[in-house]
């Protein structure tokens, strides 16, 4: 956007304001050295505004000088100060802010927007020290180097005062190549971090899953054992083998998998079918009635002559009493389970995949228990501790809302962030991973290591609680910096046009009342009329009305017997020597010095019906009756 | 909506206090009643203010004010309105006022009042 520097110069100044002083302001050639001086020695104030307050904590700035730095300041210092470099790195970036301003003061701050060098340079910096605290080594020594000669090269390029245009056009190419210069360091720096990132991201992508599936098939098997009595055996292959087998379907198959699904739905069955009460009365029936045979705890048998004795083993499945048909069909629905279940969980059990001995012999123990409960053998419970699963941040009580989690979604990789721990310095980490379907990320320093995992909701509180709080994207100064200065000079064009408009306004108001009032007209009147105090009032006697209208008083405007208009005194300026009469809606209907309106009574296009008092005036009255009452309501 | 630029160049803070606007004054002429409506203000500074009202008023319009706040006397002022918007998630209207200079109000002690309450709110 085409930027008129007076527009620009008065938006400035109008966004930031400097308070009146006495004090005398900076030389503008004693300001361009001090920030000369401030790009060498580094900057250690959070602002340059507050550098050159204590550098010369006896002058002031020009209102213009004052308002380009504060326009800088709030968007290239603040970015400095919010990212937390070390020490050493923040007070250099300042300085080279300094060395922004010192540009913008000597070519018009318009010049950044319009060849954007010198912030680029500025971005490439920031960028090249994003995790600066944690290089190490060799890296650390070349990155230095490469940070300290671009400092200098930028010294060197924007030393001098000159502006020529040829010289100005050779500084802003040199600029550039500077900035590529720190670009290309900077993408080979991270050429060399990244194959260390993707080493460790493959790593940690199997240890991810592995995790995470031993948490969720922990998970599964707690929450379907919870609060049920099971026996031992059972226990030991939920708690066991079964976990296992959990956990290798998870990873191989994964958590929308068929075969996950019908893992958990047999754990479920299992657990179930392990319960007493889910044996159907009937056959609570059969185990009590003396004609059937029965096993006692010895394993003999009480045979009645001429009564079937009980299934040996190869016969058919104990068949149902003839009880409630609905119970006939929930039992036989129930027979059939816990007869197919043993093959069922055969086909899950894949941690025992290649021991098909110890699969058999897991899966006969839970036949063993199946028939024993519908023998009505009674099956004591055994105690059972919860599989111990890695909560992380948040327990099981914790969530957080969607509203905290919705950044947390659109965070991508690449993204870095500053991290603060308690009573340490802050760091700055990388998101290099995000699972989306495990909801886990992962986090690296400058050097390509992990440095943190989190799932997304312990970001999410993270982030809330500004532990973590992200860095600015790359470019950030220079939108930053461009989109202010494109409103800053949108509004107040557009603040100058509606001033420009009123005053048309205002102007042709005017030259239309100037026009009525040099209107002559002929009037043939007596001589006892003139005489008599009648419509038309000599100027004195004008001047004394209108020297006693009040605020509120009630005139007539316009032409005497012809489209008189009433108007009420609502403002009497009289350092402006300005009176405004506006209709009932507080329309304006003009504004008049004293003089014009005495004119105006004199000339007969203005009468006065009366001159406002304060005991007539109805808004106080109003306002008076209803305090009163507020008062009377409040004392009692 | 209409477009309005923030011409606003003193401090202001965000202070609620009751407000009464006269948007129209009686006239005896047409026997039509004085209108008052009694707002809120959304921010206040010593050259003007922001309410939030549920009608419009249009700009340039110069009205009769009255600050209300307990225990002090009613400040009456004179002001245009300057700025008007709608917003369109409320349908409210915002208005933004500038005092004017005038005898027979109370300016000054509009001014006083706002430093007073600018001071005890820090």
Request: one cysteine or more.
């Amino acid at each position: 956007m085409e930027m008129d520097p007076n527009t620009l110069k008065a938006a400035l100044i109008a966004q930031f304001p400097i308070q009146e002083t006495d004090k005398p302001p900076i030389a503008e050639a004693t300001l361009v050295e001090f920030l000369g001086d401030m790009l060498d020695s580094g900057v250690d104030e959070e602002s340059i505004l507050s550098a050159l307050h204590k550098k010369e904590p006896d002058a002031s700035l020009s209102a213009d000088h004052h308002a380009i730095i504060c326009l800088i300041d709030s968007c290239c210092s603040v970015v400095i100060t919010r990212a937390e470099f070390p020490t050493e790195i923040s007070r250099r970036l300042m300085g080279v802010i300094a060395c922004i301003t010192r540009l913008a003061l000597n070519e018009g701050i318009e010049c950044l927007s319009q060849n954007r060098g010198a912030l680029k340079v500025l971005e490439s910096l920031i960028d090249l020290t994003i995790g600066w605290s944690d290089i190490r080594g060799n890296p650390r020594d070349s990155v230095e180097q490469k940070f300290q000669s671009s400092l200098v090269g930028l010294s060197l390029l924007t030393e001098s005062p000159n502006s020529g245009e040829s010289y100005l056009e050779a500084r802003d190419n040199l600029l550039t190549l500077l900035q590529n210069d720190i670009a290309g360091f900077s993408a080979k720096e991270k050429r060399r971090i990244g194959k260390l990132e993707q080493r460790m991201v493959d790593a940690e992508a199997g240890h991810f899953k592995t995790l995470q599936s031993k948490n969720l098939a922990a998970q599964t098997v707690n929450a379907a054992m919870e609060n049920q009595q099971l026996p031992r055996p059972i226990v030991e292959f939920l708690q066991g083998v079964w976990l296992d087998s959990l956990q290798l379907i998870l990873t191989r198959q994964g958590l929308q998998s068929e075969e996950w699904l019908r893992a958990t739905k047999l754990t479920e069955t299992l657990v179930m079918t392990m319960q007493p009460e889910n044996m159907p009365t009937g056959q609570a029936a059969i185990t009590e009635q003396p004609q059937e045979p029965t096993l006692t705890l010895e394993g003999t048998t009480e045979i009645e002559e001429g009564v079937d004795t009980f299934p040996k083993e190869g016969a058919e499945p104990i068949q149902e009493p003839n009880t409630d048909p609905k119970e006939s069909l929930e039992a036989q629905d129930l027979y059939r389970i816990i007869e197919h279940l043993p093959e069922e969980l055969r086909k899950s059990l894949v941690a025992l995949e290649h021991n098909l001995d110890a699969a058999d012999a897991e899966l006969s123990i839970i036949e063993s228990i199946h028939v024993d409960i519908m023998t009505g053998e009674p099956q004591s419970g055994h105690e059972f501790a919860p599989i111990a699963t890695d909560e992380g941040l948040l327990d099981e009580n914790t969530s957080v809302s969607k509203s905290l989690l919705a950044p947390v979604e659109k965070l991508k990789p690449g993204q870095w962030f500053i991290y603060t721990e308690d009573a340490q310095p802050s760091r700055h980490i990388k998101l290099t991973l995000k699972v989306d379907g495990l909801k886990q990320l992962l986090f690296t320093n400058r050097n390509g290591a992990k440095v943190l995992q989190v799932n997304y909701s312990e970001f999410a509180y993270l982030m809330s609680s500004e532990t973590a709080t992200a860095l600015p994207p790359p470019g950030a100064i220079t939108l930053s910096l461009r989109t202010s200065l494109s409103n800053l000079v949108k509004k107040q064009v557009k603040k100058e046009k509606v001033i420009k408009e009123r005053r048309k306004e205002l102007a042709a108001a005017k030259r239309k009342k100037e026009m009525e009032d040099t209107q002559f007209v002929l009037v043939a009147v007596r001589k006892d009329q003139l005489q008599s105090t009648g419509e038309l009032v000599d100027h004195k006697k004008a001047s004394e009305l209108v020297s006693r209208l009040n605020l509120g008083a009630t005139i007539k405007l316009g032409e005497a017997g012809k489209n008189f208009v009433d108007a009420r005194l609502a403002v009497d300026d009289p350092s402006d020597d300005k009176i405004i009469f506006v209709d009932q809606t507080g329309l304006n209907l003009g504004e008049y010095t004293k003089d014009q309106i005495a004119d105006l009574i004199a000339g007969g296009q203005c009468e006065v019906v009366d001159s406002g008092t304060t005991e007539q005036d109805d808004f106080r009255s109003v306002i008076t009756r209803m305090r009163k009452k507020k008062n009377l309501a409040e004392d009692s | 909506m209409t477009d309005y630029v923030d011409e606003r160049s003193s401090p202001r803070f965000e202070k609620d206090v009751t407000i009464f606007i006269e948007v129209q004054a009686a006239s005896s002429k047409n026997s039509s009643k004085q209108d008052i409506i009694i707002c809120k203000s959304l921010d206040l500074s010593s050259q003007g203010l922001q309410v939030v009202l549920d009608r419009s008023i249009p700009e340039g319009r110069i009205l009769r004010l009255c600050l209300d706040i307990k225990n002090k006397e009613p400040i009456f002022v004179v002001a245009e309105v300057v700025w008007m918007y709608q917003n369109t998630k409320s349908g409210d209207y915002h208005v933004g006022f500038k005092l004017l200079e005038s005898t027979g109000t109370d300016i000054a002690d509009w001014q006083q009042t706002i430093s007073e309450i600018f001071i005890n709110a820090d």
